[in-house]
């Protein structure tokens, strides 16, 4: 069955809604999307070539199916040697990047070395990161001596080159600028970037990641944390993937921003003269590619060599390596598995695809070494010369993700917190017959997906376990109707919704 034929009318109706929306909104209005990274990567090959690659990550994939139905500019950081090269060869230039698929023009911020280093491996990562996914160990860390402080003017530095860069294009563009700004890197370009615009500009930013209560946002100085909040409400509207997260913003703004005026009905804040729309945008997958590589060539040859490594049943998790995706807890659910239920000993195996993440941070460095050993461990105490518990690879190979997806018999999304987490929903999609997913409260895609899925606390690894053996031992039609249930809260909001539903706010402020 082809996509087209197996996409519901619903689904094309609203891909169409999407369609005649954007040529309206953007008859008379350019589109800037501006994020740390960006939708493409360049490399340098032997040859000396260069060859952009798609970037990494689910925001890069969700955002980039906007360009199926407008032009935009994508403003982002550098991330390769090649990607700098490519910045110091077109300064101040707009590089147009086209496939089958996306249809952008690149523009690269440039920042210095010694701005760019501390805004990203001491603030983004991990000051914020660890502050929205409540990984501090506030015994211990994090502490604000004069080396934390040097590096918030680092980030004050990255997100004011940001905001020029975008003031310029949004007024070189001839037409008034919707811009669209993503997530944690970029909370302070807002404040720099609304008095660099003509009052006629849009301004919107989407937060991908968790935003935790005022008290934990009280780990930051008030400084920071107030600069941040003030520079947020900035924002025409403000998105997250939940109502959690959503209602956290507010009540952090009532009790951490001062002069701060919180309505919780209409969820707006207003300060200043300036009212914030904070609204909730469920992010979700772009069916079109995930069938697409589902089908994929590459995909077939990957699912062939997998079948030879697995059990009779599978337990499969696509992670990266990141204190946050609670690969360990996950492992020792494994070891509970084994010894309470040892009737899967021998039969079951956890395939665990792990990408490597942020090794630049010794956190990150020293939880590599933690999910190796815990792998390690169970192979060693439960395996023989016949059969292991744990499959580990390690490295990203998106054909051989999809490939697995099409062979779990259980997925386990555990993470402690997680913005959406977008393989519990792209597996049940990829999924050719019935699997079930176990899923933890922590990811924001369980708002969604708690009717068709197990859901599991990420800090209880004896009921984790529980439920991966009740999902093992499941009857057929059980796990026929979870399917089911999983795939139709997917098609009942993709990407395109996602966007739809952004550009829909934005064309009411327009026409208000």
């Known amino acids: ?65 906007i360009s199926r139905h407008a032009n935009p500019i994508w403003i982002c950081s550098p991330m390769t040697a090649a990607d700098r090269e490519m910045a110091c060869e077109h300064p101040g230039e707009l590089i147009p990047h086209s496939t089958k698929d996306y249809d952008f023009r690149i523009r690269f911020v440039l920042s210095d070395k010694d701005a760019y280093d501390p805004f990203y491996f001491k603030v ?3 000051l914020l990161w660890f502050l929205q996914h409540y990984m501090w160990d506030l015994v211990r860390a994090p502490s604000f001596a004069d080396d934390m402080w040097f590096a918030w003017q680092g980030y004050q530095r990255v997100n004011r080159d940001f905001a020029e860069v975008i003031a310029t294009e949004a007024q070189r563009g001839g037409k008034p600028a919707i811009i669209i700004l993503q997530d944690y890197h970029l909370y302070l370009c807002p404040g720099s970037l ?54 956290s913003f507010l009540r952090t703004c009532e009790s951490l921003l001062p002069d701060a005026q919180v309505d919780y009905s209409a969820q707006t804040v207003t300060r200043e003269g300036r009212t914030l729309l904070v609204r909730v945008y469920p992010i979700s997958v772009d069916l079109r590619s995930v069938r697409r590589l589902a089908k994929a060539r590459s995909t077939a040859r990957e699912r062939q060599h997998l079948q030879r490594r697995l059990g009779e049943q599978t337990i499969l998790r696509v992670d990266r390596i990141d204190p ?31 990408v490597p993440s942020r090794l630049g941070i010794e956190e990150y460095r020293q939880y590599v070494h933690e999910v190796i050993v815990a792998a390690q461990r169970l192979n060693l105490e ?20 999809f490939a697995a997806m099409q062979l779990y018999d259980v997925l386990l999304v ?46 209880d690894v004896l009921h984790t376990a529980e439920a991966l053996h009740r999902a093992l031992v499941m009857p057929g039609d059980e796990r026929q109707e979870r399917a089911t249930k999983l795939r139709a809260a997917v098609e009942e909001h993709t990407v395109d919704d996602w966007l739809y539903d952004q550009l829909f706010d934005l064309s009411a402020l327009i026409a208000s």
């Not at 350019?30 to 340098?44: H, K, M, Q, V, W």
């Not at 555990?414 to 959406?420: A, L």
Request: with cysteine; net charge positive.
């Open 194 to 247: 609304t008095p660099l615009l003509p009052e006629e500009a849009l301004l919107a930013h989407f937060v991908h990641i968790p935003w935790p209560g005022p008290d934990y946002w009280m780990v930051l100085p008030p400084a920071m944390r107030e600069q941040i909040l003030a520079s947020l409400c900035c924002n025409h509207i403000l998105g997250f993937h939940t109502k959690r997260y959503a209602m």
């Open 1 to 65: 069955m082809d996509e087209a034929a197996s996409a519901s009318p619903t689904i094309a109706t609203r891909r169409s809604r999407l369609r005649r929306l954007v040529r309206r909104t953007f008859a008379e209005r350019s589109l800037i999307i501006a994020s740390n990274r960006g939708p493409i990567e360049f490399e340098r090959l032997r040859s000396g070539r260069l060859r952009a690659t798609r970037g990494a990550g689910g925001m890069v994939s969700a955002v980039s199916a």
């Open 382 to 401: 439960y395996g023989d010369r016949e059969w292991q518990p744990v499959e580990l690879i390690v490295g990203e190979d998106r054909a051989r993700a």
């Open 414 to 459: 555990n993470p402690i917190i997680d913005g959406m987490n977008l393989v519990a929903k792209e597996g049940p999609m990829v999924k050719e017959r019935d699997g079930v997913l176990v899923i933890s409260e922590g990811a924001g895609a369980s708002e969604e997906l708690s009717d068709g899925a197990l859901v599991v606390s990420p800090y």
């Open 324 to 354: 946050s995706k609670n690969i360990v807890r996950g492992f020792q659910a494994l070891d509970q598995l084994l010894r309470r239920h040892p009737e899967h000993l021998g039969r079951v195996r956890l395939l665990a695809l792990l």
């Open 124 to 126: 983004s990562n991990p």
